[in-house]
């Protein structure tokens, strides 16, 4: 494949584990350069040191914070360059039935899935508007456009994803500025690997193509939406689900 991101900054949160460190493998072998975020500085910094290529760095960062999501692009600013690329990955789940739902847990879900990729959007919106380009791509799932029993938390920041994918793709898109959601299904990670075989053996029944999903399968569609090739696409939530919703 061609390196079609060649000089370009990437800055993906939750580069460090699961579907993010394949979307920052995935941007790396695309040739961009990739600032790694997550909560735990060691594991970014070794994630970032495991991709391919040179240029790379990790950072560690609370997107859920304002404050420290502005200082992090100050920071990837000064140390690798101006962000091209934004990918909003960073989430977590406390799934609950309804009635047993904390409010503690409610707006941890909500500050870190969805306030913390509009934390990051605003910290890179001002250079993306002045250089007249830029792509932001965020991390969604299935479970925002169908919601899910025991996850209104989760489903309610991921639904609330696809609303600020669709604004920040009317609003900056006169300034060039592309912003696309792409909406996982099932994919094997930390975050699945708490399902039991008969959960796992249930929800594959109702996967088209029969099987859960891996990283790469989320970071290749990333990688389109982040190059030049989905160059006319804005505003879209792309499923990545083995056909699991349409
Ligand atoms: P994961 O394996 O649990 O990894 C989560 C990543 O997010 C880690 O790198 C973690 O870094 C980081 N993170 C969590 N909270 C953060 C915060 N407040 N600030 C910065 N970084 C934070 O999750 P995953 O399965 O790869 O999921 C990645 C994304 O895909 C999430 O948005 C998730 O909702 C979405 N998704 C996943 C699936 C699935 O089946 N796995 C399906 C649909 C959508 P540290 O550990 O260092 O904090």
Redesign the pocket.
């Known amino acids: 494949m061609d390196k079609e991101l060649e000089g370009q900054v990437a800055l993906v949160?939750?580069?460090?584990?699961?579907?993010?460190l394949g979307i920052s493998r995935s941007l790396a072998e695309a040739g961009a350069r990739v600032a790694v975020?997550?909560?735990?500085a060691d594991?970014?910094r070794e994630a970032a040191a495991s991709l391919p290529g040179t240029g790379h760095e990790g950072f560690a960062?609370?997107?859920?914070d304002p404050e420290a999501a502005k200082a992090l692009v100050s920071d990837v600013e000064a140390s690798i360059g101006a962000v091209n690329i934004l990918v909003n990955?960073?989430?977590?789940?406390r799934d609950n039935i309804l009635l047993r739902l904390k409010d503690e847990h409610w707006n941890e879900v909500l500050a870190?899935?969805l306030s913390?990729a509009f934390h990051m959007i605003r910290a890179v919106t001002r250079g993306m508007m002045k250089r007249r380009e830029g792509v932001i791509v965020n991390?969604?799932?299935?479970?925002g456009l169908i919601g899910n029993a025991g996850q209104a938390n989760y489903a309610a920041s991921?639904a609330g994803l696809h609303g600020l994918t669709k604004s920040v793709a009317k609003e900056l898109a006169s300034r060039n500025v592309r912003c696309n959601a792409v909406a996982?299904?099932?994919?094997t990670?930390?975050?699945?690997a708490e399902l039991n075989e008969q959960q796992v053996a249930d929800l594959q029944s109702q996967i088209p193509l029969g099987r859960f999903g891996a990283?790469p399968d989320v970071a290749h569609v990333v990688r389109f939406l982040a190059g030049p090739g989905a160059g006319y696409i804005t505003g879209q939530i792309l499923a990545v689900d083995g056909g699991m919703v349409m």
Do not use: E, H, L
């Open positions: 949160t939750g580069g460090s584990r699961g579907i993010g975020i997550g909560r735990n594991r970014a960062c609370d997107v859920s990955n960073a989430g977590i789940t870190t899935n913390g991390v969604s799932s299935v479970v991921k996982p299904g099932f994919i990670t930390d975050m699945t990283p």
